[in-house]
């Protein structure tokens, strides 16, 4: 996708889409879990972050990458926070 020169911004801003979806998803999934429990937050996360992942290998732009680095951090946090409370 041409990371280097003038687009090499693209890198870094990719790597804070990721921790953004992941303060994203810390705040929600707490209160999903909360809501409807953590065995459903846990195996919906880990459904989010394989389909979504995977998807990612094959991204077609570095926009769509990006969009999709967003949910990939989404559901790893709320993975991890879901798993750790179990």
């Known amino acids: ?3 280097v020169c003038e687009n090499s911004w693209k890198g870094p801003f990719t790597m804070s889409v990721l921790f ?3 303060t994203s998803g810390a705040f929600i ?3 999903v879990s909360d ?3 953590r065995k459903i937050v846990l195996f919906g996360a880990m459904a989010i972050q394989a389909t979504l992942s995977f ?3 094959i991204a077609w732009s570095w926009e769509v990458f990006c969009i999709l680095c ?3 951090g989404f559901g790893d946090i709320s ?3 879901a798993a750790f409370v179990l």
């Open 55 to 57: 998807i990612q290998v």
């Open 70 to 72: 967003f949910f990939v």
């Open 79 to 81: 993975n991890y926070v």
């Open 35 to 37: 809501r409807y429990g």
């Open 1 to 3: 996708w041409d990371l």
């Open 29 to 31: 999934s707490g209160h």
């Open 20 to 22: 953004l979806g992941m």
